[in-house]
């Protein structure tokens, strides 16, 4: 995240940062810099509930996966406390619309993308589990 406000900053271009629910949490305040600068960061949170690439990466070599189930907190919650706006998108056909209206916005926008619920959609589940927001 703090290499996607810089981009932003040095080139007023359109800039979405990708990041997981493991990573943002090394740059939370980096929301709130972005907030004080009204920068329209866009942000796509992976939220797999964990450190879901170096699990794979340890369970492929058959080591056991120590210290990447981590505890997920509720990162709509926290952007909104930051003066974001955040979203979680419940169905992939949502985000065009998402990011056209966060292009508008003179603050960051959180979009949560929770995989369990993607997968669930892309393999054809009509309903994926979401759990309650309050938006």
Same mark, same amino acid.
């Given at each position: 995240?703090?290499?996607?406000? !810089?981009?932003? +900053?040095?080139?007023?271009?359109?800039?979405? $940062?990708?990041? !997981?629910?493991?990573?943002?949490?090394?740059?939370? &305040?980096?929301?709130?810099?972005?907030?004080?600068?009204?920068? &329209?960061?866009?942000?796509?949170?992976?939220?797999?509930?964990?450190? !879901?690439?170096?699990?794979?990466?340890? @369970?492929? #070599?058959?080591?056991? &996966? +120590?210290?990447?189930?981590?505890?997920?907190?509720? =990162?709509?919650?926290?952007? #909104? !406390? =930051?003066? $974001?706006?955040?979203?979680?998108?419940?169905?992939? #056909?949502?985000? &065009?619309?998402?990011?056209?209206?966060?292009?508008?916005?003179? $603050?960051?926008?959180? +979009?949560? +993308?929770?995989?369990?619920?993607?997968?669930?959609?892309?393999?054809?589940? @009509? @309903?994926?589990?979401?759990?309650?927001?309050?938006?």
């Amino acid at each position: 995240m703090p290499a996607a406000t !810089g981009a932003l +900053i040095g080139t007023r271009r359109p800039t979405v $940062c990708l990041i !997981g629910d493991g990573g943002i949490q090394f740059t939370l &305040p980096e929301l709130g810099s972005a907030r004080e600068a009204e920068l &329209p960061l866009i942000v796509l949170l992976w939220n797999n509930n964990g450190y !879901g690439e170096i699990k794979s990466y340890m @369970e492929t #070599r058959g080591i056991e &996966p +120590i210290g990447v189930d981590i505890f997920t907190p509720d =990162f709509l919650t926290i952007s #909104r !406390g =930051f003066g $974001c706006e955040a979203h979680r998108m419940k169905d992939h #056909r949502e985000l &065009p619309a998402l990011l056209e209206a966060a292009l508008l916005r003179r $603050c960051p926008t959180v +979009i949560e +993308i929770v995989e369990a619920d993607y997968i669930a959609a892309i393999n054809g589940q @009509e @309903e994926p589990a979401l759990p309650a927001v309050a938006e």
